[in-house]
């Protein structure tokens, strides 16, 4: 059921132009005159009114209405307390394991059900008190879990998991922003929830886009897994997030052919990362990758016209290539799966989850950016058990299987067979990842 959620995206939202959003968004920004027609025909007492009652409500707000930055606050002082985390953490892991015990089936006849204590620790604490009745006084009704809660939890997958402790630079792309310190210098007294935007509004800096990637899994094709999710500018193109992707078919080691044309070997240190072809399909316009021959959205389209015209997809070729097509010039919704196709037969799909205005928090340079990367599972070497292996053996009648995986130590202490006459040393796909 698990894997059936991950694979559901949606409900996708109405369609976004960027350059529209991104002109529509900085316009209130831009400093300049700003006035509002119900504002104006309002009397002196009326605004004086109005304005004691804004600063009156800002200065003392009541706890629901709270600003999101002290929700922040409290969250990490008592995440940043170690006696306070340690106590939600295990008030949280008791209860959830006291949900998982009702909501299971009954234990087979003559075992037992293990049962879960109650943790203790420093619960007593005056701190941990005190947090205790700030929670206790929250008056949401969906605070507390039910026993139909545990039909939503599950055990942590890879997915889960970053091999990243930090955004990682992937690109040289530079974040403009606009100066928004003199930002109502210019402004009447109005309200900022009366004003109206400045029409003055001519440049307008990036927008970023969170974007999510899936690949489908191997031995269940019809779900999908997160594979990663980046951060990239409006003014960067389909072919800068492409050459971004952790993928493997982008990694392949380069085969090397004798004289008749066999493989006899693999070289892993000339790979050039370039991509074979590629294509984008946004919102029924296919973005092939330029070449003057193959184009692989002419492909795609060729390959649809051989189907009945009540099954052929409505798609058509889009006037620019995927290397030249920036996001600004994109109509996207978010929570809409999009599709990748490249190195002959490896698809991707990628999910919009946000298209926003740059912060003073963004990273300025160095995009795209990997936000999240799920560590890649490898397989073990078969001598040692111990480390991942490297190496896939072909042909070595020492090895008690062909091909047998090994990890570079383990390959050196064997040292080189005695007739290698039809022993292939092939080297494996290592992901590649800067911490």
């Given at each position: 059921?698990?894997?059936?959620?991950?694979?559901?995206?949606?409900?996708?939202?109405?369609?976004?132009?960027?350059?529209?959003?991104?002109?529509?968004?900085?316009?209130?920004?831009?400093?300049?005159?700003?006035?509002?027609?119900?504002?104006?025909?309002?009397?002196?007492?009326?605004?004086n009114a109005v304005e004691a009652e804004?600063?009156?409500?800002?200065?003392?707000?009541?706890?629901?209405?709270?600003?999101?930055?002290?929700?922040?606050?409290?969250?990490?002082?008592?995440?940043?307390?170690?006696?306070?985390?340690?106590?939600?953490?295990?008030?949280?892991?008791?209860?959830?394991?006291?949900?998982?015990?009702?909501?299971?089936?009954?234990?087979?006849?003559?075992?037992?059900?293990?049962?879960?204590?109650?943790?203790?620790?420093?619960?007593?604490?005056?701190?941990?008190?005190?947090?205790?009745?700030?929670?206790?006084?929250?008056?949401?009704?969906?605070?507390?879990?039910?026993?139909?809660?545990?039909?939503?939890?599950?055990?942590?997958?890879?997915?889960?998991?970053?091999?990243?402790?930090?955004?990682?630079?992937?690109?040289?792309?530079?974040?403009?922003?606009?100066?928004?310190?003199?930002?109502?210098?210019?402004?009447?007294?109005?309200?900022?929830?009366?004003r109206s935007p400045s029409p003055d509004?001519?440049?307008?800096?990036?927008?970023?886009?969170?974007?999510?990637?899936?690949?489908?899994?191997?031995?269940?094709?019809?779900?999908?897994?997160?594979?990663?999710?980046?951060?990239?500018?409006?003014?960067?193109?389909?072919?800068?997030?492409?050459?971004?992707?952790?993928?493997?078919?982008?990694?392949?080691?380069?085969?090397?052919?004798?004289?008749?044309?066999?493989?006899?070997?693999?070289?892993?240190?000339?790979?050039?990362?370039?991509?074979?072809?590629c294509l984008f399909s946004i919102e029924?316009?296919?973005?092939?990758?330029?070449?003057?021959?193959?184009?692989?959205?002419?492909?795609?389209?060729?390959?649809?016209?051989?189907?009945?015209?009540?099954?052929?997809?409505?798609?058509?070729?889009?006037?620019?290539?995927?290397?030249?097509?920036?996001?600004?010039?994109?109509?996207?919704?978010?929570?809409?799966?999009?599709?990748?196709?490249?190195?002959?037969?490896?698809?991707?799909?990628?999910?919009?989850?946000?298209?926003?205005?740059?912060?003073?928090?963004?990273?300025?340079?160095?995009?795209?950016?990997?936000?999240?990367?799920?560590?890649?599972?490898?397989?073990?070497?078969?001598?040692?058990?111990?480390?991942?292996?490297?190496?896939?053996?072909?042909?070595?009648?020492?090895?008690?299987?062909?091909?047998?995986?090994?990890?570079?130590?383990?390959?050196?202490?064997?040292?080189?067979?005695?007739?290698?006459?039809?022993?292939?040393?092939?080297?494996?796909?290592?992901?590649?990842?800067?911490?």
């Amino acid at each position: 059921m698990s894997r059936g959620f991950d694979s559901y995206f949606g409900p996708p939202s109405q369609p976004i132009n960027v350059a529209e959003f991104l002109q529509q968004a900085n316009s209130a920004l831009l400093p300049g005159p700003f006035t509002n027609a119900s504002w104006e025909h309002l009397t002196p007492e009326h605004r004086n009114a109005v304005e004691a009652e804004i600063t009156e409500w800002c200065s003392s707000p009541p706890l629901h209405h709270r600003s999101i930055s002290d929700l922040k606050s409290s969250l990490e002082q008592a995440w940043d307390n170690p006696v306070l985390s340690a106590y939600v953490m295990r008030q949280h892991e008791f209860t959830v394991a006291s949900l998982r015990g009702q909501a299971d089936a009954p234990a087979p006849k003559g075992r037992k059900r293990k049962r879960h204590i109650a943790p203790e620790g420093s619960e007593s604490a005056p701190e941990v008190l005190q947090l205790q009745e700030k929670l206790d006084a929250v008056n949401l009704r969906c605070w507390g879990l039910t026993v139909e809660s545990a039909l939503c939890m599950r055990a942590a997958k890879n997915s889960d998991y970053n091999a990243l402790d930090a955004p990682k630079k992937m690109g040289t792309g530079v974040l403009r922003t606009l100066d928004h310190g003199d930002v109502g210098v210019m402004r009447s007294s109005t309200p900022d929830s009366l004003r109206s935007p400045s029409p003055d509004a001519i440049s307008y800096p990036n927008a970023v886009i969170s974007l999510t990637v899936y690949n489908r899994i191997s031995y269940l094709p019809s779900c999908l897994t997160r594979s990663s999710q980046h951060a990239v500018l409006s003014t960067q193109t389909l072919g800068d997030l492409l050459r971004i992707l952790p993928c493997a078919s982008s990694n392949m080691p380069i085969e090397e052919l004798d004289a008749e044309g066999d493989v006899s070997g693999y070289n892993i240190t000339d790979q050039t990362g370039e991509h074979a072809g590629c294509l984008f399909s946004i919102e029924d316009l296919i973005y092939g990758d330029g070449r003057e021959t193959a184009d692989y959205a002419e492909k795609l389209i060729a390959h649809f016209q051989k189907l009945p015209e009540d099954k052929r997809p409505q798609i058509k070729k889009a006037l620019t290539s995927a290397s030249e097509t920036t996001f600004n010039a994109l109509t996207l919704r978010t929570h809409q799966p999009y599709w990748i196709l490249h190195q002959g037969n490896c698809e991707h799909f990628f999910v919009i989850d946000q298209i926003r205005l740059a912060h003073a928090s963004d990273p300025p340079s160095g995009y795209p950016l990997t936000l999240h990367l799920t560590p890649t599972v490898q397989d073990l070497c078969r001598a040692c058990g111990k480390v991942p292996a490297v190496h896939s053996i072909v042909g070595d009648m020492r090895l008690g299987e062909s091909p047998c995986l090994l990890c570079a130590p383990c390959w050196r202490m064997m040292g080189p067979p005695k007739n290698d006459e039809g022993v292939m040393v092939v080297p494996l796909v290592i992901p590649s990842v800067n911490h």
